[in-house]
């Protein structure tokens, strides 16, 4: 029986995935990564399912019969892909697959930030009466940097409330754009026109720092940023600080660099922020899509296949 190990505590967890797991022969092992037992599991297992935890060349040694790294998720930065290709692994993800739930929950912040609804039930539930003007979200531009699948659907939701949207992607959808009325620009184009700029890139050496105290100041006064793609993007000390002399009126931060993060830092005192706990997937509508992606590339590399959705599928059959 072939073991799929996982370092992803939601994978499996919800649906019948479980059952069709045992029914296809395989055996499920859960295993923190930083546990004691991690790289003793990992020896044995033919195909890792990984979470947030880093995948490296180290792992990949620790796990001699390991046929494949299937990513319990979309964003891979966090896996060498290029130590996978050398050693003949097939490194897959599921693109798409929770892209609603990230859009939705971006969207819902759009709204609990222009409403201050966070510090509204605050002040209630305390005995208080604080009431705060917030604004409307009509007529109001969205900024998307990003526009892959989840920036589409947060445009496409957008635009249905009545905002206006542009939007930056190194590979821009020019048709897709259009088809949607989305306007395309340059990314100092999108901090300058938005009064919402939220995040959707990937991460990795290209994106580390990106929003910092340049790209803030560029933004218009009092917008709001929201981040729910990689925490490596921020510049927390610049988003604290824009925060906190007004320069930013809100924020939302889903991803942080270290997760959790250490409270410590000043963005946790900073003003009219809304923190979740990388949580903008957590749908069990999405982990259903995103199990069964995963299942469904796994019995492919079993029956002796390659998935498309494998990430160096050109490398590993030229």
Same mark, same amino acid.
């Given at each position: 029986?072939?073991?799929?190990?996982?370092?992803?505590?939601?994978?499996?967890?919800?649906?019948?995935?479980?059952d069709?797991?045992?029914?296809?022969?395989?055996?499920?092992?859960?295993v923190?990564?930083?546990?004691p037992?991690?790289?003793?599991a990992?020896?044995?297992?033919?195909y890792?399912?990984?979470g947030?935890?880093?995948?490296?060349?180290?792992?990949?040694?620790?796990?001699?019969?390991?046929?494949?790294?299937?990513?319990?998720?979309?964003?891979?930065?966090?896996i060498?892909?290029?130590?996978?290709?050398?050693?003949g692994?097939?490194?897959?993800?599921?693109?798409?697959?929770? @892209?609603? @739930?990230? @859009?939705?929950?971006?969207? $819902? &912040?759009?709204?609990?930030?222009?409403?201050?609804?966070?510090?509204?039930?605050?002040?209630?539930?305390?005995?208080?009466w604080?009431?705060?003007?917030?604004?409307?979200?009509?007529?109001?531009?969205?900024?998307?940097?990003?526009?892959?699948?989840?920036?589409?659907?947060?445009?496409?939701?957008?635009?249905?409330?009545?905002?206006?949207?542009?939007?930056?992607?190194?590979y821009?959808?020019?048709g897709?754009?259009?088809?949607?009325?989305?306007?395309?620009?340059?990314?100092?184009?999108?901090?300058?026109?938005a009064?919402?700029?939220?995040?959707?890139?990937?991460? $990795?050496p290209? %994106?580390?720092?990106?929003? $910092?105290?340049?790209?803030l100041a560029q933004?218009?006064?009092?917008?709001?940023?929201?981040?729910?793609?990689?925490?490596?993007?921020?510049?927390?000390d610049?988003?604290? &600080? &824009?925060l906190?002399?007004?320069?930013?009126?809100?924020?939302?931060?889903?991803?942080?660099?270290?997760?959790?993060?250490?409270?410590?830092?000043?963005i946790?005192? @900073?003003?009219?922020?809304?923190?979740?706990?990388?949580?903008?997937?957590?749908?069990?509508?999405?982990?259903?899509?995103?199990?069964?992606m995963?299942?469904?590339?796994?019995? %492919?590399?079993?029956?002796?296949?390659?998935?498309?959705?494998?990430?160096?599928?050109?490398e590993?059959?030229?």
């Open positions: 029986m072939a073991t799929i190990l996982t370092t992803s505590p939601a994978f499996a967890k919800v649906g019948d995935l479980p069709r797991i045992a029914a296809a022969g395989f055996d499920l092992v859960r923190p990564e930083d546990g037992d991690f790289r003793k990992l020896a044995g297992a033919a890792l399912v990984a947030l935890p880093a995948v490296d060349a180290g792992v990949m040694d620790a796990g001699p019969k390991l046929k494949g790294i299937l990513k319990h998720g979309v964003g891979v930065d966090s060498d892909v290029a130590a996978a290709t050398a050693r692994l097939p490194v897959c993800s599921t693109p798409g697959a929770n @892209a609603q @739930a990230v @859009a939705e929950m971006a969207l $819902g &912040a759009i709204f609990a930030l222009a409403r201050n609804m966070v510090a509204g039930h605050l002040t209630v539930a305390s005995g208080g604080d009431r705060r003007r917030g604004w409307e979200v009509a007529g109001r531009t969205l900024g998307i940097l990003g526009f892959g699948q989840v920036g589409r659907r947060l445009a496409r939701m957008a635009r249905g409330v009545g905002m206006q949207v542009i939007a930056h992607d190194p821009p959808a020019v897709v754009a259009e088809d949607l009325g989305v306007r395309l620009g340059t990314m100092e184009e999108v901090l300058a026109a009064d919402v700029l939220s995040l959707h890139l990937a991460g $990795g290209d %994106t580390d720092g990106l929003i $910092g105290e340049s790209a933004m218009k006064p009092g917008a709001v940023l929201l981040n729910y793609a990689r925490g490596s993007i921020l510049d927390l610049a988003v604290a &600080a &824009a906190d002399d007004g320069r930013l009126s809100g924020a939302a931060i889903d991803a942080f660099e270290a997760e959790p993060p250490d409270t410590a830092h000043p946790f005192t @900073a003003p009219n922020v809304l923190f979740s706990p990388h949580s903008g997937a957590d749908t069990e509508d999405s982990l259903i899509r995103v199990g069964e995963v299942l469904e590339d796994i019995e %492919t590399l079993a029956a002796g296949g390659m998935p498309a959705r494998a990430l160096n599928a050109k590993l059959t030229a």
